[in-house]
């Protein structure tokens, strides 16, 4: 569910470069880290005259730490890398 919904809709309103819309459902939702920083970010990049994000790589702790260790927990930290 996190990281097809919860990131899923962060990352898509940060790629439509829509910064005002991703701060008030980040707030409301809860479901980024930082997301004034981000809105800034995606903000910034739509003065600069990008029109769209491109998605690097999106993945979660929960994906790490079975990666590395073999084991997950019950909660998870979701990361994405997006150029603008």
Known sequence: WAKEVNDAEFIDLALKMEARKLLETAVEKGNACGPGAAAAVVASAVKLGRTKGVLLGHSHSNEVMKAR????GSDSVGYAAIVF
């Open 69 to 72: 260790y073999g084991r997950s």
